[in-house]
């Protein structure tokens, strides 16, 4: 902290910098009036910052809750500050093409009404997805309304569709409830509640949506021009996410960054869970960026956070960057190839002191001990090697015993106590846990644990540390709460490929249940997915049920051996999500026997979605 360059305001200057206009008030809500965005809340941090803050979060709040329209450079704006995103509009010959429409239609429609009420009533001309996170095309249908898409091209990296709805298929019930954690959307606004989530300040709650790219990008080096506006793209797959590109727009010396370089150190693995990324690759394509763009950009500008501006101080942005994940990525697998561990990792790594004290490496989003953990599992998984933790007890059975083996839960409490007042709350955390997994009933724990993660939240400098602690004293006082983001939608489901429905099937299977169940089921799709073009030829794909397993494969040339199955369906693609959601057969073509569609059914578990995280 000593070491922080606090007298620095270089990054305030530039958060302000192009300010055209705010939205008054800034507060968005969805047609039933519920409030979805609320970034007025935040003005609290007009103030200086408590001691309930970590003053390095507190200052990048400061700069994230900025919110409005902002020139980037000539016929480039932004819009702040209405979501956890930006939204950039570049202007053309006949309108504006919008570069990543948030996560929510309402706060992208706000988005686009601000920048219109400044620049004039502009068409949404272009509109392109940087890469496959719910937070950079959710809002689509803001920018978009339906009906009005038709002709406008949409433009996505290479496996964009695939990788921004297969994640709500496997992990996505978890994922979300986790992601209410990460970002602390529920807690109050407040010095002592929610500041910010480091990459911005929370996530908008609104209609996600997503309009099917009609066109991708496929390699590195390919230029397009929409609306007259000529662009340069760099395919950077397996960054910050697994579908994600950089693009220049050389006549505008301008670069789009995407989330590939913003102002924090972003994460290898995100704490609401995600495959975990490849710092290796990331860093090298951010050199590949400083190779291919360097010397034709005077501005860059990324989907979160202000721009940097200036050829030089773009070129060290995107260096420094490419250093601080390097560094994370080689002295992880320095230390572990020494024989750390993943833990020990994380308490015994240091960035150099020109990283430690540049303000867009800190961790406010990522963390240096998360992130190092990541690069170990991305290498080793999960086991350490010491056999004494091949085959632990699960945390309410491990539980139970430490309680019992240190007194019983009133001498824990007690020790607890004692290591918090001493200033070890990490500790106090650990043991007080463990009360509480052991007898979820005892109130005294759940009140110590509580304040335990208070001050270890208000002392922590991560944007989503600080909130999962808050949220864990939130459960451990009010019980679990609800998931108020939904990332599923009408348009999302029709964007999954049959085989994902399937799959999305096949995970919510109770196996046990499922156990003495055997079944086939043949499903022929007449019509091809969305997109432009003719449609594809019926599709038939079967879904096997035996021990407690449903697998499934799709008709090729050895289909005609299969056999027959004991119940065959031939319907579209909407009639098939009518069927999934319980629609039933109805005006469907149908074969065999009907009942086996009901058995399948009756085996399929429906996902909690407010299971607890920090009670058993």
Same mark, same amino acid.
């Given at each position: 902290?000593?070491?922080?360059?606090?007298?620095?305001?270089?990054?305030?200057?530039?958060?302000?910098?192009?300010?055209?206009?705010? *939205?008054?008030?800034?507060?968005?809500?969805?047609?039933?009036?519920?409030?979805?965005?609320?970034?007025?809340?935040?003005?609290?941090?007009?103030?200086?910052?408590?001691?309930?803050?970590?003053?390095?979060?507190?200052?990048?709040?400061?700069?994230?809750?900025?919110?409005?329209?902002?020139?980037?450079?000539?016929?480039?704006?932004? /819009?702040?500050?209405?979501?956890?995103?930006?939204?950039?509009?570049?202007?053309?010959?006949?309108?504006?093409?919008?570069?990543?429409?948030?996560?929510?239609?309402?706060?992208?429609?706000?988005?686009?009404?601000?920048?219109?009420?400044?620049?004039?009533?502009?068409?949404?001309?272009?509109?392109?997805?940087?890469?496959?996170?719910?937070?950079?095309?959710?809002?689509?249908?803001?920018?978009?309304?339906?009906?009005?898409?038709?002709?406008?091209?949409? *433009?996505?990296?290479?496996?964009?569709?695939?990788?921004?709805?297969?994640?709500?298929?496997?992990?996505?019930?978890?994922?979300?409830?986790?992601?209410?954690?990460?970002?602390?959307?529920?807690?109050?606004?407040?010095?002592?509640?929610?500041?910010?989530?480091?990459?911005?300040?929370?996530?908008?709650?609104?209609?996600?949506?997503?309009?099917?790219?009609?066109?991708?990008?496929?390699?590195?080096?390919?230029?397009?021009?929409?609306?007259?506006?000529?662009?340069?793209?760099? *395919?950077?797959?397996?960054?910050?996410?697994?579908?994600?590109?950089?693009?220049?727009?050389?006549?505008?010396?301008? *670069?789009?960054?995407?989330?590939?370089?913003?102002?924090?150190?972003?994460?290898? /693995?995100?704490?609401?869970?995600?495959?975990?990324?490849?710092?290796?690759?990331?860093?090298?394509?951010?050199?590949?960026?400083?190779?291919?763009?360097?010397?034709?950009?005077?501005?860059?500008?990324?989907?979160?956070?202000?721009?940097?501006?200036?050829?030089?101080?773009?070129?060290?942005?995107?260096?420094?960057?490419?250093?601080?994940?390097?560094?994370?990525?080689?002295?992880?697998?320095?230390?572990?190839?020494?024989?750390?561990?993943?833990?020990?990792?994380?308490?015994?790594?240091?960035?150099?002191?020109?990283?430690?004290?540049?303000?867009?490496?800190?961790?406010?989003?990522?963390?240096?001990?998360?992130?190092?953990?990541?690069?170990?599992?991305?290498?080793?998984?999960?086991?350490?090697?010491?056999?004494?933790?091949?085959?632990?007890?699960?945390?309410?059975?491990?539980?139970?015993?430490?309680?019992?083996?240190?007194?019983?839960?009133?001498?824990?409490?007690?020790?607890?106590?004692?290591?918090?007042?001493?200033?070890?709350?990490?500790?106090?955390?650990?043991?007080?846990?463990?009360?509480?997994?052991?007898?979820?009933?005892?109130?005294?724990?759940?009140?110590?644990?509580?304040? /335990?993660?208070?001050?270890?939240?208000?002392?922590?400098?991560?944007?989503?540390?600080?909130?999962?602690?808050?949220?864990?004293?939130?459960?451990?006082?009010?019980?679990?709460?609800?998931?108020?983001?939904?990332?599923?939608?009408?348009?999302?489901?029709?964007?999954?490929?049959?085989?994902?429905?399937?799959?999305?099937?096949?995970?919510?299977?109770?196996?046990?249940?499922?156990?003495?169940?055997?079944?086939?089921?043949?499903?022929?799709?007449?019509?091809?997915?969305?997109?432009?073009?003719?449609?594809?030829?019926?599709?038939?794909?079967?879904?096997?049920?035996?021990?407690?397993?449903?697998?499934?494969?799709?008709?090729?040339?050895?289909?005609?051996?299969?056999?027959?199955?004991?119940?065959?369906?031939?319907?579209?693609?909407?009639?098939?999500?009518?069927?999934?959601?319980?629609?039933?057969?109805?005006?469907?073509?149908?074969?065999?026997?009907?009942?086996?569609?009901?058995?399948?059914?009756?085996?399929?578990?429906?996902?909690?979605?407010?299971?607890?995280?920090?009670?058993?």
């Amino acid at each position: 902290m000593d070491n922080l360059p606090f007298d620095d305001t270089t990054d305030f200057t530039n958060a302000d910098r192009g300010f055209v206009t705010a *939205l008054d008030p800034a507060v968005i809500t969805a047609a039933d009036g519920r409030v979805i965005w609320d970034n007025d809340g935040y003005a609290f941090l007009d103030a200086e910052c408590p001691d309930t803050a970590h003053p390095s979060l507190w200052r990048q709040a400061q700069l994230c809750a900025r919110q409005g329209l902002y020139e980037v450079t000539e016929g480039i704006y932004q /819009v702040r500050g209405l979501d956890i995103a930006n939204m950039t509009l570049v202007e053309g010959e006949r309108g504006v093409v919008v570069i990543d429409p948030l996560i929510s239609a309402e706060t992208a429609a706000a988005a686009l009404a601000l920048y219109r009420g400044h620049r004039g009533d502009r068409p949404v001309t272009a509109l392109i997805y940087t890469h496959s996170h719910a937070d950079h095309f959710g809002g689509a249908r803001g920018v978009l309304p339906p009906g009005t898409e038709a002709g406008i091209p949409v *433009l996505a990296p290479a496996g964009f569709l695939e990788h921004a709805v297969s994640e709500n298929v496997y992990a996505g019930n978890a994922m979300t409830r986790r992601a209410m954690y990460m970002y602390g959307d529920s807690l109050p606004k407040a010095p002592d509640g929610q500041i910010g989530a480091g990459l911005g300040m929370t996530t908008s709650t609104g209609t996600v949506t997503l309009i099917p790219p009609s066109a991708d990008i496929t390699h590195t080096g390919q230029e397009e021009v929409l609306d007259g506006v000529r662009i340069i793209f760099q *395919l950077t797959p397996g960054t910050e996410a697994p579908a994600e590109m950089n693009f220049l727009f050389p006549d505008h010396r301008a *670069l789009c960054l995407a989330e590939n370089a913003t102002h924090t150190m972003h994460n290898i /693995v995100t704490l609401r869970g995600a495959v975990v990324r490849d710092a290796r690759i990331w860093s090298r394509y951010l050199d590949e960026a400083v190779e291919l763009f360097g010397d034709a950009t005077d501005v860059a500008f990324a989907s979160h956070h202000w721009p940097t501006w200036g050829r030089e101080n773009v070129r060290d942005f995107l260096l420094t960057q490419r250093d601080l994940y390097a560094y994370l990525h080689d002295q992880t697998l320095r230390l572990l190839n020494a024989g750390l561990t993943g833990p020990e990792i994380a308490e015994t790594i240091e960035l150099p002191p020109a990283l430690e004290k540049c303000w867009h490496v800190r961790g406010y989003y990522g963390s240096l001990s998360h992130n190092v953990k990541a690069v170990y599992q991305r290498y080793l998984g999960w086991f350490d090697g010491n056999p004494a933790h091949l085959w632990e007890h699960p945390p309410v059975e491990s539980a139970v015993r430490y309680v019992d083996c240190m007194g019983g839960a009133d001498a824990v409490i007690a020790k607890a106590r004692d290591y918090a007042g001493a200033g070890d709350l990490r500790f106090a955390a650990t043991l007080l846990n463990h009360v509480v997994f052991a007898d979820a009933s005892n109130a005294t724990a759940r009140a110590e644990l509580a304040g /335990v993660y208070r001050r270890l939240g208000h002392g922590a400098e991560n944007g989503p540390w600080r909130n999962f602690y808050l949220m864990g004293a939130k459960e451990l006082e009010e019980g679990a709460g609800t998931i108020a983001l939904e990332t599923t939608s009408p348009e999302m489901a029709m964007a999954l490929t049959v085989e994902q429905l399937i799959d999305s099937l096949a995970v919510r299977v109770d196996g046990p249940r499922a156990w003495d169940k055997e079944l086939v089921i043949d499903l022929v799709i007449t019509d091809g997915p969305p997109g432009p073009g003719p449609g594809a030829p019926p599709s038939r794909h079967r879904l096997t049920l035996r021990n407690g397993a449903l697998t499934h494969r799709t008709a090729g040339p050895g289909a005609d051996s299969w056999g027959p199955a004991g119940l065959t369906l031939t319907l579209t693609k909407p009639q098939l999500l009518s069927v999934l959601a319980g629609g039933g057969l109805a005006g469907i073509e149908q074969s065999g026997d009907a009942s086996l569609l009901g058995e399948l059914v009756s085996v399929l578990a429906e996902p909690d979605t407010s299971f607890p995280i920090v009670t058993p």
